[in-house]
């Protein structure tokens, strides 16, 4: 069974950081494009960023471009999401989700349980 | 930036009645268009890819059609486990953007 369970959320202040780990299980991880997919209390859902199979290129949403990192462990079947300069905006449940094994984007599934962000004083 | 725009915003519907879902997008995606459902607490689930492609799973009361602008989500007789928030999503460009949502609500 494919499997992505998301860590790290939690409560952060105002231009703090955090690192949101996604840990896949039940495909071979390293042949598929991976997302982080955001969605604020009661809004829609947001795309964040994308990463290849081999970590090589990258792509982000215009608002988190230079604050936010997109990484992969291919070893650990792992991805990340380093977020720094974190904003009240930022507050949202981000998604980790699967993308395709072809080359360019695709679509988004499965997605994991979700962790929340919530940047606050 | 491609604008996907979904209406209307609420269907409001009972069991055993169709959904008829639009999503409209600011210039020509091709058939590079999903749908995805979310229902409270969840993760959304992909239901249609490439326009109109049902995903692993997902029973054939669900429809995607269209190409270019103009895409539709149909679900041919609602059952209670349909109320939810469907989502479209393009992939045709970067950024990949999503449409703003619409919630089918029991009537």
């Known amino acids: 069974e494919v499997q992505l369970v998301e860590s790290g959320g939690g409560l952060v202040q105002p231009g703090g950081s955090l690192r949101l780990s996604c840990a896949a299980s039940?495909?071979?991880?390293?042949?598929?494009?991976m997302s982080w997919v955001r969605q604020a209390p009661g809004k829609g859902l947001e795309w964040v960023a994308n990463?290849?199979?081999?970590?090589?290129?990258?792509y982000y949403v215009d608002s988190v471009k230079g604050l936010f990192t997109i990484s992969r462990d291919n070893a650990k079947n792992s991805l990340f999401l380093q977020m720094n300069s974190l904003r009240a905006e930022d507050t949202a449940v981000y998604y980790c989700a699967r993308g395709g094994a072809e080359p360019g984007p695709d679509w988004f599934d499965p997605w994991g349980q979700g962790t929340l962000v919530t940047v606050s004083s | 930036e491609i604008v996907l725009t979904q209406s209307p915003a609420t269907l409001s519907l009972s069991p055993g009645e169709r959904a008829t879902l639009s999503c409209r997008a600011s210039?020509?995606?091709?058939?590079?268009l999903a749908w995805y459902q979310q229902k409270p607490g969840q993760a959304p689930r992909l239901l249609i890819y490439d326009a109109s492609n049902r995903a692993t799973g997902i029973p054939a009361r669900f429809s995607g059609s269209g190409s270019g602008t103009d895409f539709t989500l149909t679900i041919s007789s609602l059952e209670p486990e349909d109320f939810a928030v469907y989502y479209c999503q393009q992939r045709r460009n970067w950024p990949l953007t999503f449409g703003g949502g619409t919630s089918v609500e029991i009537k």
């Open positions: 990463i290849k199979q081999d970590g090589n290129e990258k």
């Open positions: 210039q020509s995606v091709s058939s590079y």
């Open positions: 039940g495909f071979t991880f390293s042949r598929y494009w």
